[in-house]
């Protein structure tokens, strides 16, 4: 990277200049809590100078953003047409070309980047062709994101295109059954696609499991109003903790919080009915994850020369934390997994 790029990524990065700190560090609130699904605020000192990032939906909604298909499976073209940045969340489907794809990791496009390799998995086993009136060679949008433990260690941390094939169908099973929609041969959905019966785009698009899923939503979306310093949020389903997302700036946060809930009422309304009542659920056990966490294994990869993913792994949670990429940058994003 040139001394020039270094310097644009400080200070593109400088507002996520918090140190890595311990879980202790932060300030939690809650149960807020619908049927199975329980949340936690995390708040913090978050730092609102420097470069305001947009979301991949955002950018896609208001064309300042094309996702180009490549052909390859494994991997897309990305360009930022605008004069903004554009943050992309690992976890984040792309809609359309010729498979629907997810993302695998945190990545920044700084403005008018040009085309630039993006790595990707497919969700969408089978489709190499035109959908109805998509255009085969770009993406329409991203309004989802994938949700589920297993899915996004798929994606996130085995990243094989197989594996994520095998989890998008039991995701998708599991969808059908919560949604009490028909199951075909093979224990694959028949009601949830029926234009593309293994993406799982349009599994989350499907009618009956927005209505369920719109349920939780509802009572929840609105606990981050009035409330200028939360960073982050911590999911329990079913009376375990099962993952949380942190940033380092609240205005951050603000813009991922609708997608970030979607994905885990997504989650609550496949594991419901496992458990007949969810038994209440402590701040303190969401603490004690996340500091399991920060203090696990390391280990660390450059994602096209943008950001440092730092993986942390200890016997029960996985923590992976984007950064900038330069030496001594701040981290973005946190990302909390508990197995």
């Not at 390859?72 to 943050?87: A, F, H, K, R, T």
């Not at 694959?188 to 009618?207: F, G, H, I, Y």
């Amino acid at each position: 990277m040139s001394n020039k790029s270094v310097f644009r990524y400080a200070f593109l990065l400088g507002f996520a200049s918090l140190a890595a700190r311990p879980a202790d560090d932060f300030r939690i609130s809650g149960p807020y809590t619908h049927d199975n699904l329980t949340i936690f605020l995390i708040y913090g000192n978050g730092n609102g100078s420097g470069r305001k990032l947009l979301t991949l939906q955002e950018a896609m909604d208001q064309k300042k953003v094309v996702v180009y298909e490549t052909g390859n499976v494994n991997e897309l073209s990305i360009e930022n047409v605008s004069s903004e940045d554009v943050y992309i969340q690992a976890g984040d489907i792309v809609k359309g070309g010729q498979q629907d794809r997810v993302f695998p990791d945190d990545f920044i496009l700084t403005p008018k980047s040009g085309k630039l390799p993006i790595a990707s998995f497919c969700v969408e086993h089978g489709r190499w062709s035109k959908r109805g009136g998509e255009d085969a060679r770009q993406f329409g949008g991203s309004s989802q994101a994938v949700a589920g433990k297993s899915l996004k260690m798929a994606v996130r941390d085995q990243r094989d295109q197989g594996q994520v094939w095998a989890e998008v169908a039991k995701a998708q099973q599991s969808l059908a059954l919560a949604s009490n929609l028909s199951v075909g041969a093979g224990g694959r959905p028949t009601a949830l696609a029926p234009d593309s019966p293994t993406s799982m785009q349009l599994s989350l698009e499907n009618k009956k499991v927005v209505e369920e899923t719109d349920a939780y939503i509802q009572k929840l979306s609105k606990i981050v109003e009035g409330k200028k310093d939360v960073v982050g949020v911590a999911f329990a389903i079913n009376g375990k903790v099962d993952s949380a997302d942190v940033y380092s700036s609240t205005d951050l946060f603000q813009r991922m919080w609708p997608k970030l809930l979607k994905a885990s009422a997504v989650e609550a309304l496949t594991e419901r009915s496992k458990v007949k009542a969810s038994p209440p659920v402590d701040p303190s056990a969401v603490r004690r994850a996340m500091s399991e966490a920060d203090h696990g294994r390391e280990s660390s990869k450059e994602v096209a020369g943008r950001l440092l993913v730092v993986k942390k792994e200890s016997d029960a949670v996985l923590l992976f934390e984007a950064r900038g990429a330069n030496p001594g940058a701040g981290w973005i994003h946190k990302s909390y997994i508990v197995k």
